[in-house]
């Protein structure tokens, strides 16, 4: 089922077997007809992750990123509206010879095909796929079909891991393997059988229960293996490896391991169990009412959390709803009570004025702030109506009649917006920048060159940078091809960062993005 942990699941095997010294690529399939993840809302679908190449794609894509250290491109990521489109493309072209066109085999033709290229493209000796949704569900039997078909052509090459969940119902207090028993038959139907069965639960599986799934699905017991709830996902390929999975599986492809390294990781998850010190990050913003920030919000809350263990603090995230300030101006003080706050990215007018009250509150009282990409623009919007007295100031975005607009639309978003043509045609993706000498960014990174990924439509205008500069806003990167400020400052404030693009699609556990360590340092400091 959804949300069990199986993307997690495919990036930590790709850990674990990249740390026994093989090249591994993950890809992720999505059952949905969306071309990619650009059109869908964050708040019930999870995060929008962006590549280096622009690609928008499923959040599971930046869980890949950060555990093997990988880029991910367009051909990581799979959807079915992405294989439709292409084999329709493809008989208009009469590229079919004359034949019609069949779901089955032509879509599971593609899949493979697409499969391979990844393959190619990323130079992997193992590629992980992760099929998204759930084992009988109507829409995933094109994928099971092409896996079926796939092993078939490779019979010794293929192999199919099943992450199925354990229930342990309150009043009986003991796991059930029945769900799992049923996953396997309904993979069966489908002409599968799973190789391998990661058994989420909230506890290690019992061995009586791995007796019983080992026995229905005819694998040896040593193939059933526990993934109990941890602390951190980061624990994960660590309690994989507790029982061995990375030789198992080897064992399994018939290969052996060339090498044996995952002592900084582990030593890595065992050290963020024990801090103590605490450092309260408050992101203000709007997305929060739905089930799950967690989702919105994944690469934000896990870069906070990959800086902050860098400095051996415990991060506490605390949601603060920007609307509530538009209310009630006094409820502004409940910022005193953090050590540093993030303004993440966000699209629509709502709850913008809390955000910008917000801002102002972090430049006067100087607690450290850390604007992404609309987090930028509403800190640019706050210096213009507060400290250069352009009353109204707003983005086009959010106020198309604002006398002073600040953040304005990029002169080729025009077009797309008045031909509603949306899907994939924001600022995507990598983009160079410049930091000025001598600027608070400049000493974060530690370098002068940079390159960030974007995903936005609206930009600083370029008319009010002479204006803002004199009365100290610091326009510190600059996109050298376009000129196109994307990254502003405040002077004489311990640390105020706004930047354009999204620095939380780089940050990794052992790598935490510069920008959120400078962020988090500043905090801890506020905090003493
Ligand atoms: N809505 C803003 C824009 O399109 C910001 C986008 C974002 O935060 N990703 O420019």
Known sequence: ???????????????????????????????????????????????VFVGEDGIEADQDLGNYERFTDQICIADNY???GQVYQEIIKRERNLEFDGEDVEVVPDIPKEIIRRIKSCQKKNNS????????????????????????????????????????????????????????????????????????????????VAADIKRTISIVCSLPQERIISAPDVYSIYDIPVNFEKENLGEIMLKAMNMEPR????????????????????????????????????DTYISVIESINHASWNFD????????????????KNTLNELDGVDGIIIPGGFGRRGTEGMILAAEYA???????????????????????NACGLKGA????????????????????????????????????????????????????????????????????????????????????INPQKNLVEIAEIKDHPFMIGVQFHPEFKSRPLKPHPLFRGFIEAAAKNKQ
């Open 394 to 477: 707003n983005s086009e975005e959010l106020d198309p009649e604002t006398p002073y607009p600040v953040i304005h639309i990029m002169e080729e978003q025009r077009k797309h917006m008045k031909e509603s043509n949306y899907g994939a045609t924001m600022r995507l993706g990598a983009y160079d920048c410049n930091i000025k000498e001598g600027t608070q960014s400049s000493a974060a990174y530690g370098k002068n060159k940079i390159s960030e990924r974007h995903r936005h439509r609206y930009e600083f205008n370029n008319k009010y940078r002479k204006e803002m500069e004199s009365k100290g806003f610091v326009l510190a990167g």
């Open 78 to 80: 799979i959807t079915t």
């Open 1 to 47: 089922m959804s949300s069990v942990g199986k993307g997690v699941a495919a990036a930590s095997i790709g850990k674990i077997l990249q740390s026994k010294g093989y090249r591994v690529a993950n890809i992720k399939a999505d059952m949905y007809v969306n071309i990619d993840a650009g059109t869908i809302r964050p708040a019930e679908h999870g995060e």
């Open 313 to 328: 603090v415990r991060p506490s995230i605390l949601w603060l709803d920007s609307e509530k300030y538009e209310e009630d």
């Open 125 to 204: 000796e193992i590629t992980i796929i992760e099929f998204g949704g759930t084992v009988g569900e109507y829409q995933v039997l094109l994928f099971l079909e092409a896996a079926r078909m796939l092993k078939l052509q490779q019979p010794n090459d293929v192999f199919f891991i099943l992450v199925s969940y354990l229930p342990t119902p309150k009043l009986l207090g003991e796991q059930k393997s029945k769900p799992t028993q049923y996953a396997i038959r309904t993979l069966n139907s489908a002409g599968i059988n799973p190789d391998f069965i990661l058994c989420r639960a909230d506890k290690p």
């Open 259 to 294: 090498t044996k390294d995952m002592k900084d990781w582990t030593a890595f998850s065992e050290k963020i169990k024990k801090l103590k010190k605490e450092v309260r990050i408050g992101i203000v913003g709007k997305y929060f009412n739905f089930k799950s920030c967690k």
């Open 363 to 385: 430049r006067k009282n100087k607690i450290p702030y850390l604007g992404l990409c609309l987090g930028m623009q509403i800190m640019s919007i706050e210096f213009a109506r």
